[in-house]
Structures are given as structure tokens and as C-alpha cells.
């Protein structure tokens, strides 16, 4: 059965701007193979040319068109919801030319969304100018509801922070696109065009990527070289599918999908042929 990934890179594929080993590898089994993957990402600051070019920088050759941002999806999420709509952004380039791209104009007054993403620029004027629009009736979108993002130097303040302050000010919740939201989840799986039964996610975080993966129904690998410790499991009601040390052990792909992992369930695939279907299914 035809298999593809969706494949976390911070703490799977890289930590910081170091390369974990064995991973350009895998990626270029994927490649030769002409396996379809993604790499899906919740940090809306970079475009894709712009991680693109980092991993390239680190002698993983793909294209632009195998990254997915949660910038993305939001974007593309926001446009069928308000097609050519207003937007207030705090964030970065990332997620301001994916609200571009998908017709929405950037203002600074009456919006229809204030949509929040990833920043070092955040400043409390903006802050204070979000509450008001939020106040005055946009809506609260935010790109992912990580609280915090890891740094070469420690740890800072991520979407869900910012968000977190703006929740509080105006007492309304913000609607969250990035994993593990189901729209992320699901748009990535589409846009390789792949069955549930034939999606997997690889991750190192249970709360996000592992999470995601098991709602969607998709068959899910821990990969513990990330924020993931395997004594940490038990404290989780849901479990990945296999827990590898990195992808490294994911090399030999074809024994990997026919030995350790586990069959997809077709049970849970978009009926994309109706008639096909009930002919089967008769």
C-alpha cells in the first residue's frame, strides 16, 4: 500500500541549527524512492523558501513545495472562511506572506481577524492595539498554541503565550489552526493527496505531532531526539505507534513500513469515489 509522511523537524530532523545525524539520510531515501512526504511545521515566522534554504544549508536538498507551515494553513484555512479579508498580524515574515498570498490585506484598523504567530518583535503597542481590535469585534485566530519555542541559548515565548495574554485581556478564546489541530492535520494529508489509512506522522512531541496524528487517525513514530523522553509515556492517555531513537532507524524504509509498521485503517479513508465505494461495499 502507497505510504507518505508528514515529518516534524525541530527535534526530528535538526536541533537548533545542528543536523541530528542520520537524518539527511532518511531524507534522501524518501527522495530516490520517490516517497511523498512533507515537512510540517509550527513555527509561522520562516516562508517556505526560507526553511527551505536552512535545510539545504545543512545538505538536505528538497523543495520549497515539501514544507507546510501552520502559517499556511492558517492562511488557506481564513481565506475560505473570509475570501479577500482583513487582517491584524503579529508575527513575521512567514506568516505575513502567507496571508498575502491567499488574498487578505494587512491593516491597522477594523480588522476581521487579529491572527497571532511566532515573534521577537512583539511589543505591548501591538498588544494593546489587538486588544482593541479583538474588543471591537475581530476575531481571535492563532497560528499554534505552543506556549514556548526552544533556542540555541534556552527557551522563549512562543505563540501561545502571546495569545494567552491577549485571552485574558479581552476574555475571548482564540481559535488555534497549528498542530494538533485537525485543519493542519488534515490539509497536509491532502495536500500530497494520500488516503488516512496512508499518512504518517513523525514527531518527538506527544502533546502536538503525536497527538495530531492519533486524532487523524494516522499511523504515528516517535522519534526521542527531541522534546520526548520515553519515561515521560505513561503520563499520556495515547501513544505513538513505534518509538524510534531518531530516524536514522528509519533508513531502510521498506522493511520499516512492511516489518514495524503497523497497517493503516482503511476504515477511516475519505470515500473519495462514491460509486467506487458502494460497488465495493455491497
Known sequence: MKTGFLIDMDGVIYRGSHLIPGADEFINVLLRKEIPFLFLTNNSQRTRRDVQTKL???GIHVEESHVFTCAIATARYLAKLKPNGTAYIIGEGGLLQAMHQNGF???DHAPDFVVVGEGRTVTLDALESAVNMILGGAKLIATNMDPSCPTQS????GCGATVAYLEAVTGRKAFSVGKPSPIMMRAARKELNLATSQTVMIGDTMDTDILGGVQMGYRTVLTLTGGTRREDLPQFAYGPDVIVESVAE????NQFVQSSLPI????????HNF???ALANA
Open 154 to 157: 534556552g527557551t522563549r515565548p
Open 56 to 58: 539545504q544549508r545543512m
Open 250 to 253: 528509519l533508513c531502510d524504509i
Open 264 to 271: 493503516g485503517n482503511r476504515e477511516d479513508d475519505t470515500i
Open 275 to 277: 460509486r467506487e465505494w
Open 105 to 107: 490585506s494587512i491593516v
